[in-house]
């Protein structure tokens, strides 16, 4: 079973920039789709971005324009550049990816945007 392990998260000033990673523990070259999701405190958790095995991408609306998910085969890597961060994109960041009939979760990173 792939297990996927979540970094880059941190403090950052509103109109600032954070760059995610999702590295699994294979190749990610035979799995599914894969996404970033959020959950701030008090709500559900949101999907953001994702993008297919063949590289389509999909966004939120919240986040259309100012996010960007991309997929390293090389690095077995997801990645989720956050540009021109707002305060309500505080939350704890998901990646997931479908293997199969099953989804898989990492453990989450905090990301909070204040001044």
């Known amino acids: 079973q792939v297990q996927l392990v979540e970094s880059g998260g941190g403090l950052v000033q509103p109109g600032g920039s954070l760059r995610l990673s999702c590295a699994a523990s294979r190749s990610i070259v035979n799995l599914g789709t894969m996404g970033w999701y959020r959950q701030a405190p008090g709500t559900q958790r949101e999907s953001v971005a994702y993008?297919?095995?063949?590289?389509?991408?999909n966004y939120v609306g919240s986040v259309q324009g100012r996010f960007t998910i991309s997929r390293d085969y090389a690095k077995n890597t997801v990645y989720l550049q956050m540009d021109s961060l707002k305060p309500e994109d505080t939350a704890v960041y998901y990646c997931?990816?479908?293997?199969?009939?099953?989804?898989?979760w990492g453990q989450g990173t905090q990301v909070t945007v204040s001044s």
């Open positions: 993008i297919t095995s063949d590289g389509r991408r």
């Open positions: 997931n990816a479908i293997v199969g009939r099953s989804t898989v």
